[in-house]
């Protein structure tokens, strides 16, 4: 290992400082609003690209007495979330300032926006680089009260409503993830003692030691409480009104990275138990399959593309449990590979819906059908989304799923194989449905005529999206196109990922 006292401590440290002085700063001259955070978000992404060099060529950064700890894993996760960070900010410039010429905020407000937005980037960062039990789940938390007041930001009774919503079953639910960790760490105690019983690593050098009763509650207060964060069925009530509510590029952090925080520390807690508790395992998959095919059938239901985009995120966090809970190293492996891909596709599809708000006034498919003024580059990269995460080839969205279907094929399991596959059909259909509306449809094909004030008044002018915008949607799109066209861009540090994780259970 290697003792890195500044690297892992700057890269949540940085976005801490830039939110902080957005706060401060911006009294005095709001004008200026989203400077420091986007300067944090970028030198967070370039430390996390840094991590990701040194862990590719073989090292494991430890900091702060072993409190930090940063494998394939964590570095992954960390370019997850610096890269999803760093585009929502530099897309936040333009849309917001553009919610402010359309009264839906007030310049004076901007301030607390971007702090909020560097103060979340840092949660999640140390989230996925902490070793400790307690802190994981403190910072999870913190993820949570961060951007809770991202979900009120426009401080309407439906935004008040959702953020509730999601303060209070998050809190509830990661009350349990709590339970669970000190439940590992009282029985981790007695084969390691005080201090080191808190480290993960630690704890999963001793996991066939504890109590088989002991390990049974734990876990299962980890699967409700990290479930919750991560939307997993049943506990999914929240994601579909906060991810609507929120504005577009806080939905974009909400679904491209902040469920796969919760993923994170299920896949880092959960599995030094697997070669023990297979049963357990198995749980995750069928969890998995009802979270997938649950969330795509609620998804078809929707008029609001931001709520089915977000039933959507639901669906595809299934994806991602069934891979963690099929506990190979090819389960691994797609699972991650998957939360990845995932993180970039839905990070840029909830992008495209702020593209549309910026142009079109709104997100519902009703309203959008027939109408002409929505920006091209929008409707690509939407395409590309939609067919990357239904999982066509050669995009990124397959490789990934394909990996999930032979693993879970490979373990015996044909039915949770079925039930992948058929969702992902459902998935593909459902928002390729969705885009031919919005985008190609016209005016004549659904029968209605082509009169009021929006047919008749020209483009809204905000149709040419801001270089900020559209540049940051073509990026996220174009990375996932050549993800998909040249897999091993990626696929050494997820298979470094999932080495994480089998090597956790040797010790």
Known sequence: MTNNSILPWLIFLIPALASAAEAISGRKRPEQSGLYAGIGATLTFVLALIMGWQVWHGAKLVAWNGQLYVDGLGALMAVVVSTVG????????RYMRHEVKVGKTTRERLPLYFSLIALFISTMVWAVITNNLIMLFVVVEATTLASALLVTFYWKRESLEAGYKYLLLCTIGITFALLGCVLIYAAATPHIGGHDAMLITAAATVASKFPRELTLLAMGFLVVGFGTKAGLVPFHAWLPDAHSQSPSPVSALLSGVSIKVAAYAMARVMTIFYPQYSGVALLLVMIGAVTMLAGIMFAFAQDDLKRMLAFSSVSQ???VVMGLGIGTYLGFFGALYHLFNHALLKGMLFLCTGALLYTS???YISSLRGKENKNVLTAICFFIGALAIGGLPPLNGFWSKFTIFIAAAQAGL????????FTSLLTLACLVRAGYLVFLERD?????PDTGECASAPANPGFRLPLSMAGTMVLLAGISVG???YPPAISKLVELAAQSIMCAWGG
């Open 86 to 93: 760093l585009g929502a900010t530099i897309f936040s410039y």
């Open 317 to 319: 966090i299934g994806y």
């Open 361 to 363: 006034g709104t997100t």
């Open 414 to 421: 044909w039915w949770a194989t079925g039930i992948a596959v």
């Open 444 to 448: 004549d094909e659904h029968g209605e």
């Open 483 to 485: 993800l998909g066209l």
